[in-house]
């Protein structure tokens, strides 16, 4: 039914590099938008190589390689996650049907149609960044910040986006939009094919080297959200965002988000300079060095010190009274942002 596991790992390999060949040859073209996303190219390339290593060559348990390739695997999966926000709101090329391909390979390793990012992403969160709202509010079922709540908000913010962005957009696209409608269709087609071909292929190696990346991806990018909002004050001019300095280099300045809310459109590679001109006004406590060093202090350590439980600014600006209302899981969906 299909060709032998080595022919068709070397063809991605093969397509992988055609496609990143491409790509360089025609930067000098103008063919990126941005000379930058030479990074996110090699990155693409990477991934795509360990991969399809990693089908042909299998997992082995007692192998120190396998686990060691495994771990670089994911960690370029979240580098997927933050690639796929970053060109949902500038495309990376000028050239559309590579901005096409570039869509599928991100729906196909991220694990969802990047459509999705459009109502849920650019068009809410950024419209109320974490205000009343905003469908992936912190503090919409809780104002604790604790390893409970951050466990939890993966799946009631999914399922709040789900019902309350991306399914009324498509519908309403539908009505409004048809070839738009039919082009995200289609990015949900590609991911339906990829994620049936592999299963059939394999299903043990699917689940290892593509769904579980796949959720990684997912689940990490909806956790930076959460630890980049959480007990910030989202009415406040600068000082509603938590930024991490760290991931920066890894991440491709994801961890600066004041700035990137403040100015949505600026492309990764320009948010540096442009945070250090508004680093002074935002507060010390929401400038973090370590992402990982924030995560353990604030919700591993605050459960034995109460030196490092977290500080809900938020809260502070409402009095420390916290609304008399919390929205339950089954609570009724708000309407769909335009």
Request: glycine fraction near 2%; proline fraction near 3%; charged fraction near 15%.
């Amino acid at each position: 039914m299909f060709q032998s596991t080595y022919n068709n790992s070397q063809s991605f390999a093969l397509l992988a590099g055609i496609f990143v060949n491409l790509s360089f040859q025609k930067t000098n073209k103008k063919m990126l938008k941005y000379k930058a996303d030479v990074k996110s190219l090699i990155y693409i390339a990477i991934t795509t190589a360990l991969f399809a290593y990693q089908w042909h060559y299998g997992f082995s348990l007692t192998s120190v390689l396998s686990w060691g390739i495994l771990i670089v695997y994911l960690h370029f999966a979240v580098a997927v996650s933050v690639m796929t926000h970053n060109h949902n709101h500038i495309n990376m090329w000028t050239n559309k049907t590579l901005n096409i391909l570039t869509d599928w390979w991100l729906t196909v390793f991220y694990g969802l149609p990047i459509f999705v990012w459009i109502p849920t992403h650019n068009r809410n969160h950024h419209r109320y960044n974490n205000k009343e709202g905003d469908v992936t509010r912190t503090y919409r079922h809780t104002e604790e910040n604790n390893m409970v709540s951050l466990i939890q908000y993966p799946t009631i913010s999914g399922v709040n986006q789900m019902k309350e962005g991306i399914i009324p957009y498509m519908k309403d696209l539908k009505a409004k939009n048809p070839k738009q409608y039919r082009a995200n269709l289609m990015q949900l087609a590609v991911l339906a094919v990829w994620m049936v071909l592999f299963f059939v292929w394999s299903w043990k190696k699917a689940i290892l080297f593509i769904l579980i990346p796949q959720q990684v991806s997912q689940i990490t990018v909806i956790i930076f959200n959460y630890v980049q909002h959480v007990h910030a004050d989202e009415e406040s001019d600068y000082n509603h965002s938590r930024n991490f300095m760290w991931v920066n280099f890894f991440l491709l300045n994801n961890g600066y988000h004041t700035i990137h809310h403040e100015r949505a459109n600026l492309h990764w590679s320009e948010a540096p300079a442009a945070h250090k001109k508004i680093a002074h006004l935002i507060k010390p406590e929401l400038i973090e060095k370590s992402f990982w060093g924030y995560l353990i202090k604030t919700y591993v350590l605050s459960a034995f010190m109460d030196k490092y439980k977290s500080r809900s600014m938020r809260l502070e600006r409402l009095g420390n009274t916290k609304p008399q209302h919390q929205e339950t899981f089954q609570s009724e969906p708000e309407a769909a942002t335009a």
